[in-house]
């Protein structure tokens, strides 16, 4: 794995270049990020591209041994260009226009504002798409941050009427997937049709799913008209984009596809925070993050990757210290910065990047920590930076094969749980978080997986909710001869966002015989009996010739099982999810740990990874030693 760090020479006197590069090369980085928000210095008038002092950052990095990842600027839209098209701006649900003076302002339906993208994506690609400095591509910054995926301009609504008109061919079609009978909501032509917005009390879920799906589909093929141009003048390089964490505002999957290397951006103290991780836990990892929420993200986003090329995946930005933008943002524990650049080598990381290089002194980012302080003198990550460097040139390249488990994880299952939660506490990414977790804590190394992912060679395959089931997915879960979990929810709406014939889980029946009767929600607090677990937040009633394998106290069945399949019909707390993974495991014969709290393992092919996240020293059994806090163990396989 490089290691690498995000820089911005445009911020800094060009004076300052070359011992930044000198010391970046002294402290072990060979990568480092620059341009991706660089548009008004690339291009400071209409047309008139002032490409030398890229020219000269880059030779000068180049010149140090450094090779460049080289962003596209696309996500901050000069002054002059949103004067010259004033509805590019995304439009926001409450149909306000975002202003100028930040970053994201764009709408990835508005043509001309693709059409310029292309531009300069095409002026920078002629200029520096044969350089040999040139290590990889990012496409734009973070697809989706600020909440940007959704935009409800003129440009948005007539893109959509384009796109419903290409699913449905006919809007008598549109009109009866939809249920549009109902509340007399019956289009006649779609000319009519708006984005859901600003109606009332809510909008018909289908069609909110289906302006969800569209929205999706923009990103993707936003970035693709960039990674055509790049792929087109720069052959043989790779393109990455960087995307967020715990973000489900599009379909990862569908942009990883046309991409080489998915990256993404850890910050786990941030994320720890602005999340729904409980008091406790955020007291407990408040400088270190919870222990599942790198691993979580690295998972997610190699499985984003084409397997065909490899599943490659990285960190782009990796936080270094203290950040900006969370309610509190504490400092890491010392090292942690070291540890999480470790363990993203431990689940097969090419490359992680720390943001960024320096400190800003202005402007939105400037109590947004470095690697150095504004002043140029080293902050606490630099050394651990130079740590981390040290240990990964010891234990030389790692590489990851298939995990035992595969968790499938939806895009289109968030939007849908998101659009008609039915209970407020019933999160998708929580639910797939928590099942992710029971699998951790066992010592286990997982896959996170998209729903037409080839499941075969698993030996443990769990799917926390997939409210809409694919075509060939249930018979692909029945042909499977491993144990297999599904989660409450599971084949519970058809495509366009009914309840199916038969009722739920739908087509899932052809997998496991049952039908669930009733869907209850229950507010927090309340958890009712069972044997060794309670009920929370979601339960289902099921009408099966089945005899349940786990009752609540009450005898209302919580898990069926029917050959290699079960069904789970409450949100599992962590004990039930502990009892299910216990039985998978001991059927398959995939053997578990008993982790302590804050222990987390992971394998590469070489080596086994253990990382401490807890603040104190911990006792591991698996190694009979003791561990310190932020600490790690290495050894080989
Ligand atoms: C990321 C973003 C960076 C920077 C960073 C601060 O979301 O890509 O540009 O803003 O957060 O933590």
């Not at 060009?14 to 402290?27: G, L, N, P, V």
């Not at 879920?205 to 055509?228: G, K």
């Not at 595969?406 to 939007?415: K, P, R």
């Not at 020293?617 to 163990?633: C, D, I, R, Y």
């Amino acid at each position: 794995m490089k290691l690498g760090c995000c820089y911005y020479p445009e911020h800094w006197p060009e004076a300052m270049w070359a011992d930044d590069a000198r010391r970046m090369r002294e402290m072990g980085l060979a990568l480092v990020r620059i341009g991706e928000f660089a548009w008004s210095r690339l291009e400071p008038e209409p047309g008139h591209y002032d490409w030398g002092w890229l020219d000269r950052a880059i030779d000068t990095l180049h010149a140090a041994g450094l090779e460049v990842i080289l962003g596209t600027p696309t996500a901050t839209p000069p002054k002059w260009l949103v004067d010259t098209m004033p509805d590019m701006v995304a439009i926001d649900e409450k149909g306000r226009p975002c202003g100028f003076g930040s970053r994201r302002h764009y709408c990835f339906s508005h043509e001309g504002y693709r059409a310029e993208a292309a531009r300069i994506v095409t002026a920078l690609a002629e200029r520096y798409g044969r350089h040999p400095a040139l290590h990889m591509w990012q496409t734009d910054n973070e697809y989706g941050c600020h909440d940007t995926v959704l935009s409800f301009s003129d440009a948005a609504a007539s893109a959509f009427r384009g796109w419903c008109a290409a699913r449905y061919g006919t809007v008598e079609a549109l009109n009866a997937a939809w249920g549009n009978v109902f509340w007399s909501m019956e289009y006649r032509s779609f000319a009519e049709i708006d984005p859901p917005h600003l109606t009332v009390t809510e909008a018909n879920p289908a069609h909110w799913l289906d302006y969800r799906r569209f929205a999706s589909d923009q990103v993707a093929s936003f970035n693709r008209e960039q990674v055509d141009i790049l792929r087109r003048l720069s052959p043989g390089t790779p393109v990455t984009h960087n995307f967020m964490g715990f973000f489900t505002e599009f379909d990862h999957h569908a942009v990883g596809r046309d991409i080489d290397v998915a990256t993404w951006d850890s910050y786990p103290l941030g994320f720890l925070e602005q999340f729904w991780f409980s008091g406790e836990e955020k007291a407990a990892y408040f400088r270190q993050g919870h222990p599942d929420i790198a691993a979580f993200h690295h998972d997610l986003y190699r499985g984003c990757s084409p397997k065909e090329s490899g599943s490659r995946w990285g960190v782009m930005e990796q936080q270094p210290g203290p950040v900006n933008w969370a309610r509190f943002n504490p400092a890491p524990l010392p090292g942690m910065v070291a540890l999480w650049t470790l363990e993203a080598a431990a689940h097969g990381a090419e490359l992680t990047s720390y943001f960024r290089w320096r400190q800003a002194p202005f402007a939105q980012e400037q109590m947004h920590a470095g690697l150095l302080r504004p002043d140029s003198t080293e902050a606490e990550a630099a050394g651990e930076a130079r740590a981390a460097a040290a240990v990964l040139a010891g234990i030389g390249p790692q590489t990851t094969g298939q995990a035992p488990v595969a968790l499938v994880f939806s895009y289109e299952a968030a939007w849908t749980i998101g659009i008609q939660p039915q209970g407020q506490n019933f999160r998708y990414l929580e639910l797939a978080f928590e099942w992710y977790q029971a699998l951790r804590v066992r010592g286990l190394d997982v896959d996170i997986l998209a729903p037409d992912a080839d499941l075969s060679g698993y030996r443990m395959v769990l799917v926390p909710t997939l409210p809409i089931i694919p075509a060939g997915f249930a018979d692909k879960l029945a042909a499977l001869d491993c144990p297999v979990l599904l989660g409450p929810r599971s084949g519970s709406k058809t495509e366009s966002f009914c309840i199916p014939e038969g009722l739920a889980p739908g087509d899932l029946k052809r997998a496991i015989p049952l039908t669930v009767t009733r869907v209850e929600s229950l507010r927090d607090g309340i958890a009712e009996a069972a044997e060794g677990f309670t009920v929370t937040r979601w339960r289902e009633d099921v009408a099966s010739g089945l005899a349940p394998e786990l009752s609540d106290k009450a005898g209302r069945g919580v898990v069926y099982a029917h050959g290699h399949v079960r069904y789970c019909a409450i949100w599992p707390d962590r004990a039930l999810l502990r009892r299910l993974v216990e039985r998978m495991a001991g059927k398959a014969g995939v053997p578990l740990l008993d982790l302590p709290e804050g222990i987390r393992i992971r394998r590469t092919a070489a080596h086994a990874f253990t990382f401490n996240y807890a603040a104190e020293s911990v006792f591991v059994p698996h190694l009979g030693e003791t561990l310190g806090p932020a600490s790690w163990h290495i050894a080989p396989r």
